[in-house]
C-alpha cells in the first residue's frame, strides 16, 4: 500500500515564501509523475505544477517564475519552493504521484497567504 505524506504549509505574509514536500511510502519500485494541485475555497482543483520521470517540469501559468517543482527519486519524495506568494495562491494544497499506473494524492496541506 502507497502513502503520501505532505508537510511545510502554513500562514506566510504576501511576499514571502513556504516550500512543501512530500514523501511516498510503501511498495514503490519507481514514481512516474509527480505534481502539486490545489483547491481555494469554492473553486475546483487546478493543477499547480508537474515533474516527469525525466525532470521535465511546467507550471500554471500564474505560478511561473514564482514556483519550483523538484524531485529526489531516492527518496520518493517531490517539493515545491514558492516564491513571492500571493493571496490568491491560498488553498489546500495536495501532491499527486503516479505509481505503476495508479493514481496517489495526499491529504493536503493548507497554505494561507494573509497579512
Not at 493571496?87 to 496541506?109: H, K, L, N
Amino acid at each position: 500500500q502507497v502513502q503520501l505524506v505532505e508537510s511545510g504549509g502554513g500562514l506566510v505574509q504576501p511576499g514571502g515564501s513556504l516550500r512543501l514536500s512530500c514523501a511516498a511510502s510503501g511498495s514503490i519500485f519507481s514514481v512516474n509523475i509527480m505534481g502539486w494541485y490545489r483547491q481555494a475555497p469554492g473553486k475546483e482543483r487546478e493543477l499547480a505544477a508537474v515533474i516527469g520521470s525525466s525532470s521535465n517540469t511546467n507550471y500554471r501559468d500564474s505560478v511561473k517564475g514564482r514556483f519550483t517543482i523538484s524531485r529526489d527519486n531516492a527518496k520518493n519524495t517531490v517539493y515545491l519552493q514558492m516564491n513571492s506568494l500571493k493571496p490568491e495562491d491560498t488553498a489546500v494544497y495536495y501532491c499527486y504521484m503516479g505509481i505503476r499506473g495508479r493514481a496517489y494524492w495526499g491529504q493536503g496541506t493548507q497554505v494561507t497567504v494573509s497579512s
